[in-house]
Structure formats: C-alpha cells, structure tokens
C-alpha cells in the first residue's frame, strides 16, 4: 500500500486561492482499470482509490501516513510564476 502526498492546486477556472494550502494524502492505484463488458465504463475493485484524506499542513500528513505504517513520497507544489503585462500589450 502506497499512497502520494500532494498540496491541492489552484482552480484554473477561478482567480481565488481558498483551499490550496491544505494537503491531499491519496493512494496510489494498486490494480489497472478494466472495462465492464455491459456498460463499457472503466472500474476496478481497488477501493482505496476513492479515499482522499487532507491535512493542514504536510507535516500532519507525513506523520499520519508514518504511524499508519503508508508508503509514501511527497509530489512538490509547482512554483507559481506570474506573467505581469500591460492591458495595451493586447492590442499589439
């Protein structure tokens, strides 16, 4: 059992930040995903993959999946870059 530590990202569809300091611990899959020969739809009986846990800071997360006895690694936060423009640049 492994399991992936990672801080949410920002919704690229708004412009707020709200909820992108806490931390997801998520489990990694531990079998592929089949087709259901009826419906067509992709399942697999691996269960854990529906569990997402969060946590306030990645040091809560860490610990957590320690004394629970996870494997685990931890996915760095990507570094937010800002493209700074003028509004005139667009008429250019």
């Known amino acids: ?40 739809w992709a399942g697999s009986g691996d269960t854990r993959r529906q569990v997402k846990l969060t946590f306030p800071t990645l040091e809560a997360a860490t610990s957590y999946a320690m ?7 931890v996915v760095p936060a990507p570094e937010r870059s800002l493209k700074l423009q003028a509004y005139a640049d667009n008429f250019r």
């Open 1 to 40: 059992m492994s399991a992936r530590i990672y801080q949410k990202p920002k919704n690229a569809m708004q412009s707020g930040r709200a909820l992108t300091n806490t931390w997801v611990l998520e489990f990694e899959p531990a079998e592929a995903q089949k087709p259901d020969p009826l419906t067509g």
């Open 67 to 73: 004394r629970e006895g996870i494997a685990h690694h």
